[in-house]
Every structure is written in C-alpha cells, then in structure tokens.
C-alpha cells in the first residue's frame, strides 16, 4: 500500500486504512505457511487496533472472506475475460 492519502485500488480509502491496512502481507503469509481460516481469522483480530469496534471486526473478517471467495472462483474457472468485461462495460456505458 502507498503512503499517499490518494484511494487506490489497494486502500479502501483514507478513512478505513486502519481497519484495511497489512492485509496484504497477511494474505501472503497466510498463503505461504498455509494458514488455516481459524488462524487467519485471530491473526486479523490481533493486528486491529485495541479499540476496535465490533463492527470493524465484522468488516475485516467479512472483507477477507469475501477474498477468498473470489480466490475460489478463479480457481474453478469462474471468471469473467478481460475483454469481454470491457465490451460489456462498453455496452452499458453507450445506453
């Protein structure tokens, strides 16, 4: 992630960076010493801040499991090709 207070497509933006930051590391780690769900999911809980509200508990656990899920549909194949997405978007976007 950049340090910059510019959103990306990494930063959920200036206002979430606590509840987003070191996400990507923790899915590499996760990744290479093949971490199970439970142990992603404390090591999550243990990076947030001690002040964290429930509801940002809920979001990150939510958030990465909504990765995952996607993880799981490109490995099965269930994806969408680049340019048939942009001759959609194309498509939408002239209506």
Known sequence: MSSSNSMSPQSPGPAKDHAFSGLESLFRISYSLHMSTKELAME??????????????????????????????????????????????NGWLSE
């Open 44 to 89: 999550t809980i243990k990076g947030l801040p001690e002040n964290a509200s429930w509801h940002e508990i809920e979001e990150r656990i939510h958030f990465l499991a909504a990765i995952e899920n996607s993880r799981e549909e490109v490995r099965r194949g269930e994806v969408v090709p680049h340019d048939e997405v942009r001759n959609l978007l």
